[in-house]
């Protein structure tokens, strides 16, 4: 719900979440860096406990600066609510077991994140829960893959780091008529890009620590809900049948749209306790208030590197972002050229990171993605050669003399 | 008057006192209870339970009908329906002989035939909406669960 007013979205990105503080007036977000709050009587204390009634018992489960991040989140992604987490890996891992238990399924794009590959591959296979991949470039291949104990299908709005845009709308589609919601990671659009909700997506995840933090200075994770999918249509027992985690309590029966919510708060992520800090829910706060400048700049600052490293003959071949900021290319020279480029950089940081103010370089196939087999980095997208660049928001410029520099320690 | 805007049902929550709930639960497990326990512990609300099958939930004593509880208390500010769609239409006509100035469909209650009879007698109405999920948006309480309350105020909030 709204006021009668609709708020835009660099408001919302400063503003959401964030009155002026209720006990002191403090205008910019107080850092709350509070483990336990007085209840004012046992009764009180009772009706926080058993999610009769609104407050704050513990920041294992919520705090003031984390939920005024969480509520900020969930308006700019146009979601019902969000709960924020210590990593993306961590809101990963919730929303599956918020929804899968041992003996169900999962379908995933086969082009995401190496790690969430071995998240699904090798830790969630352990809990007794299957994944099959599928291409991001072919929805008909998922509907393909759904089976009766599927629980969620989930792809990335920009894979990571093949570049390759899922068709939201179709995923969404199909997912929907398999009665199961689509899960998206938006990290690499951010949702001044792209708002996957508004797209058929149920779930949105971000590693927060990219874009929304913007400055490289906390790691987090965070998950939103659109609060309009179905999750009492007789698929998903762990909403829609009574909870033994909380006395046998129905989620949708007691909580409607908030089922899901509340149970991955109240449940999930009290029982795996990865919550995000006071301190970094306030950095991220801080990012997200120069959300849009900064997409603007870096969409802008990435254009003009594409159209530099087009025109050089020691690239063999750039794969131009549809969206973002983060792409890949590669040298004539494979492997070598690519380690005497890197080696030859200045002002580009080689690091395993994306979406910072700094511009970063990284050759995936032996770092971020370097769990993977061949076979897997060819699904994934990633050539052996492939650079990945995140560019930053410097003087393009300096930017581009750096890349001049590496180029030419290559032909050299 | 069907409210359907932020503004109107943060109005008409503001003017509320006395709240009827019809399909009140003793039962901790049930959603009327939930609402039922959170506006009379967490609000100033004057709310009482109307089921014709309990005497009292926490030591408030219950209603078997809306009639009953007109005749003691006069008409209620707000009916608060936890009842099945199909049921609903007997409730609107109780709730209009009551005098109650205003009524409240929670999560599910849809009934047309319900609404437009209690639209045309007067009541504001409020559908598929429920009460401690409204008053929680704005008394600050679904933010403190990182939920979407919609509101964007630089105003200092009032404790």
Redesign the interface.
Known sequence: MQHEHRFGFATRAIHAGTPPDPATGSRAAPIYQTAAYVFGSTEQAAELFALRSYGYIYSRISNPTVAAFEERMASLEGGLGAIAFSSGLAAQLCTILSLAQVGDHLVCAQNVYGGTVTQLSVTVKRMGIDTTFISAENPDAARAAIGAKTKLLFVETIGNPSGIVADLRAFAALAHEAGIPLVVDNTFATPYLCRPIELGADIVLHSATKFINGHGTAIGGVLIESGKFPWGNGRFPLLDTPSPGYHGKVFTETFGEYAFLMRARAEVSRDVGAAMSPMDAWLMLLGLETLELRMDRHVRNARAVVGFLRNRPEVAWVREPQMGSVFTFGLGGGREAGRRFIDALELWSHLANIGDAKSLVIHPASTTHSQLSDAELRLAGVEPESIRLSVGLEEIDDLLWDLDNGLRAVSS | MILT???QIRDLLARVRTVAMVGASSN??R?SY?VF??LR??TPYDVTPINPTLTEIDGIAAYPTLAAYAERRGGPDVVDVFRKPSEVVGVVNDAIAAGAKAIWFQ??VINDEAIALADRAGLDVVVDR?MK?EN??FC??????????????????I?
């Open positions: 805007r932020p503004s901790p497990l959603p939930t326990s959170y512990t967490q999560y599910g429920c999920v929680a948006r600050g309480g679904l933010s403190t669960s990182g939920l979407n309350s919609g509101l964007i105020t630089s105003r200092r909030p404790i």
